[in-house]
């Protein structure tokens, strides 16, 4: 794990080809999301494709597509599939980049990939809904334990830090939930909102407007200490577990292109 993150903090050696390198971009950049739209990886491209055009900092713009399915494989794929193709970007979360390969068994693992670098790192929040009956944590573990397999956490992609969290919940509690996978963090969100599942364990990006509006209620953080911007919400140390977990977020492109 530490060998693949690794990878992907750095920048390729791949040779500089100073012609190619002159007349780019030519044309529009594609920038593939692996969530649908509203997911976090789908607000960072799309925050930094508007950046990007506004700053004129590249003569193209970034066209962002959403390819979303199989937790982040048919993006993934689709990307690597256009090795030596510069005009192909992934809006790249680093546990799914990570996970895929493992899960499906599918070639593309990140020496498939030219990452060009993180940009950011989104904590995930244990969120329910505003009416749950579970105010803490503690609630939400006790019924899992009481009846395991019962309580359903909707996860918008299998692998991601939304279910490592999860995983890390039940590893230090001995509780055992029900995942219920949706194509992205804003569906699973909204599964809490209808009903549909208990809880998410989504990014806090995900959730965050939906707190805001009352309509949902955090639980838990899993940072070192509270956030300034949201005081009131506890973090899930200081309620018993010790946990410190987000998604590194960034970009990468498939691999043999010019550096």
Known sequence: MKRAVFVLALLSGAPLYPVFA????????ELVVHTSAGGGSDLVARTV??????????PQILVVQN?????????????????????????????????VPIRTGMDVGVDKLHPLGLIGFDLNALTVREDSPYRTVQDLVNA????????????????????????HIERL?????????????????????????HATTENLADVLPHVEA???RLLG??????????????????????LHI???????????IPR
């Open 173 to 197: 509690t001995g509780a055992r939930f029900n995942v219920v996978s949706f194509k992205s963090g804003p569906d699973a969100a909204v599964a809490v909102l209808g009903g549909h599942v």
């Open 221 to 242: 953080i899993p940072s070192e200490k509270r956030l300034p911007a949201l005081p009131n919400a506890p973090t899930m140390k200081e309620q018993g577990l010790d």
């Open 214 to 216: 009352k309509k949902m």
């Open 144 to 167: 899992a334990k009481a009846n395991p397999k019962t309580i359903n956490i909707g996860l918008g992609s299998i692998g991601a830090t939304a279910h490592f969290f999860l995983y």
């Open 49 to 58: 494709a508007e950046v990007v055009a506004k700053e004129k900092l590249l």
């Open 246 to 256: 987000g998604a590194g977020r960034g970009f990468a492109s498939p691999a043999g």
């Open 22 to 29: 002159q007349t780019f971009p030519s044309k529009p950049i």
């Open 67 to 99: 390819r979303s399915g199989g937790s982040g494989a048919i993006a993934q794929s689709y990307v690597v599939s256009k090795r030596g193709d510069p005009y192909v970007l992934l809006s790249a979360a680093v546990s799914v980049v990570l996970s």
